[in-house]
């Protein structure tokens, strides 16, 4: 196993620097979360909406935090520039969403055994624990002492293939969704075209380079 340093005193002073926008963000969802459940019939079906609430708000912070670098590189602006300085925030709140998002799956199934049998299943259970491993692994080291620390390249691969695999649980999990809804191919259409915009921006990053 590589050795990786315990981080430097210089990088620990440099690590907690979250910002305001993850907080306001923190605070808009958990009230949204919040409100949800109270105007819910019964527990049980609060818990489903938040679940179902959280998906969809991590899947538009996600996507922010996903095309940022492509944004900028394909339409540079104050507008693209002003998202790309605030990735780490809409990274971190994207986590903050998924972390609701997982407190509703306990509440679900704590609540309603049975029916949270019959929404998911062992792989279900799998492929999404892997992807919170990756969550839990990019938020944590989503501060600038963290590449120093981590090394470049592991850093590097960490969040390429983090942001990858969790790209695939949202094409997966809405796509499942298609035959009870075709409402759900909206959020597949919007995940491929985002894939697009960073293949678009890398390339246009290799010609400049070339
Ligand atoms: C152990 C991990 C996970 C479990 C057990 C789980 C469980 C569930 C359940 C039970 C639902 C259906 C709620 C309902 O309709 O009542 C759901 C919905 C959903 N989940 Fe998760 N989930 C997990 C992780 C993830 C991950 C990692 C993603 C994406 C990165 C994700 C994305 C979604 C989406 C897109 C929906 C559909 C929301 C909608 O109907 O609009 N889930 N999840």
Known sequence: M???PSPSPADRRAAPRIGRLFWALALLLSACALAVV??????????????????????ALF??????SAWVRLVPGPGTAWLLAHRRAF?????FSHALHLVAIVAFARLDPAGFAQQTGVANIVTG?????????????SWNGAVRWMGA????????????YLWISFVVSFGKRIPMSTAYAVPVLVLLAAMGLRLA??????GRRA
């Open 129 to 141: 624990g892997i992807a919170y491993v990756f969550i839990a692994l990019m938020a944590a080291t």
């Open 63 to 68: 996507l922010l935090a996903f095309t940022a």
């Open 91 to 95: 990274g971190l709140g994207f986590a």
């Open 201 to 206: 921006g890398r390339l246009q990053a290799r």
């Open 38 to 59: 109270l105007a819910s019939p019964d527990l049980v079906q609060g818990a489903r909406m938040v679940i179902r609430l959280t998906a969809r708000t991590s899947l």
């Open 153 to 164: 390249r592991r850093w590097q691969w960490l969040h390429t293939v983090g942001a990858h």
């Open 2 to 4: 590589p050795h990786i």
